[in-house]
């Protein structure tokens, strides 16, 4: 099946088989929402919904949404090249309930779409579900344990309990909020990954998040019930891709491939596909050449993606929040030519093409505004190369400074410089 197949298959079995209108995804720069930098989930453009501030003549709704996880509340940012499973740059396939189905609904339609329509093992399958915080009076999510058992027929080893930071989904330091119930795949050879559910084995994987929206989070961290109950739930396109194409990581589906095909003919470096052995932390490539090279053009391929829709949709390289991210962005993956492939002149602005290429028919944005696009980053390119050889000099001789330090600290005021 290939992603655009999928892609399909997941709208057409929210709308055509269970009633919910396609609502296209939002820009990737938010319009009227001062809380977020970019838009970072599927909810995001319903939060006025959720918090009973505005009423459509729908109740249901489903979409892919474009999402940037990079800067703010959820950050990706440093975790990409290396990581197997983040973007700065992804898909959320997602459907929502406003005030219509909630806990009941939003499972059995998960199951059936993942075992019934695309045909995943249950046995492969793990969830997991809020443990609950007596202080702040939410109690365990046993309803959805419950669920899980009855809908699905799981057994306990296959239903986890975890805290605030995996099974409490809030989307930023205010605003819609609630428990989640995720879904993980589990590809170990003998089906042992349940212990390795929100660790670090790239074999055992979450793929959907469905959340419980139920309380509007306010600055002080006091949690308001909401006047209706909703459902938001949110699927890693690349990582459904990922697990239907029979992949081991985000970068081997069919989406990715003429990235890495254009950035070899530019620079003759050759994708390889491999990974550290760990996903996130700090992990690097050591002395190894052929991997630092994987990595960096992963980061350039996830980079130009990042920067072509954000540019679409608005924004501007400057030095001040949403520019600067994105400004950011673009350095790291002009940094990783430079150093790691050797690309000595402007060459990300030429993946803007391979993006309308690749993504195009679904967001037709991108092929209309691939001039200007490209514009943009040629010319953020020019400019951060024509400072780049001094600046690396410098960063080099802070580093080295830092290493001799007792505790390796980096100063501050070399940070700055
Ligand atoms: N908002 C939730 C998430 O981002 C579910 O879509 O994971």
């Not at 099946?1 to 209108?21: G, L, N, P, Y």
């Amino acid at each position: 099946m290939t992603s655009q197949e999928i892609r399909r298959q997941f709208i057409d079995f929210f709308v055509q088989k269970h009633a919910h209108r396609f609502v296209p995804s939002s820009p990737v720069v938010p319009q009227d929402d001062p809380t977020l930098l970019f838009t970072n989930a599927g909810m995001n453009q319903f939060k006025p919904i959720f918090l009973g501030l505005e009423k459509r003549d729908y109740h249901r709704a489903a979409n892919t949404q474009k999402c940037i996880r990079a800067g703010g509340k959820h950050n990706d940012l440093d975790d990409v090249g290396r990581s197997r499973r983040h973007h700065t740059f992804f898909e959320m396939l997602g459907n929502w309930s406003f005030g219509d189905y909630f806990k009941r609904g939003a499972i059995e339609m998960a199951w059936e779409l993942l075992t019934g329509v695309w045909k995943l093992d249950p046995s492969r399958l793990h969830v997991t579900c809020y443990e609950g915080d007596e202080k702040a009076g939410i109690p365990r999510d046993d309803e959805a344990a419950n669920l899980w058992r009855e809908v699905a027929g799981l057994d306990d080893d296959h239903i986890h309990f975890f805290g605030f930071k995996d099974n409490f989904w809030v989307m930023g330091d205010t605003g819609p909020c609630g428990p989640c119930t995720e879904i993980h795949v589990d590809r170990t050879p003998d089906k042992t990954g349940g212990k390795d559910v929100n660790g670090d084995n790239p074999a055992v994987m979450e793929i959907w998040n469905l959340v419980f929206i139920q309380y509007n989070r306010h600055a002080d961290g006091h949690l308001e019930p909401l006047p209706a109950k909703h459902v938001d739930t949110g699927m890693g396109f690349e990582r459904i891709c990922q697990v239907l194409q029979g992949k081991g990581d985000n970068y081997a589906i069919d989406l990715w491939q003429p990235f890495f095909g254009h950035l070899s003919k530019l620079s003759g470096a050759k994708y390889t596909g491999r990974f550290p052995a760990s996903d996130t932390g700090s992990a690097d490539a050591g002395g190894d050449d052929q991997l630092r090279i994987d990595i960096a053009l992963r980061a350039i391929a996830d980079h130009a993606r990042m920067a072509t829709f954000s540019i679409a949709d608005g924004a501007v390289p400057s030095n001040k929040k949403r520019g600067a991210v994105l400004r950011s962005v673009i350095r790291r993956a002009v940094r990783f030519g430079y150093q790691v492939l050797g690309i000595k002149t402007p060459f990300l602005h030429s993946l803007v093409p391979v993006v309308a290429g690749a993504m195009g028919d679904a967001f037709p944005e991108v092929r209309q505004k691939a001039g200007h696009v490209a514009e943009v980053i040629r010319i953020e390119e020019e400019s951060f190369l024509s400072v780049i050889d001094r600046g690396l000099k410098v960063f080099e001789e802070a580093a080295d400074a830092a290493r001799e330090r007792p505790g390796k600290v980096f100063a501050g005021a070399d940070l700055f410089n």
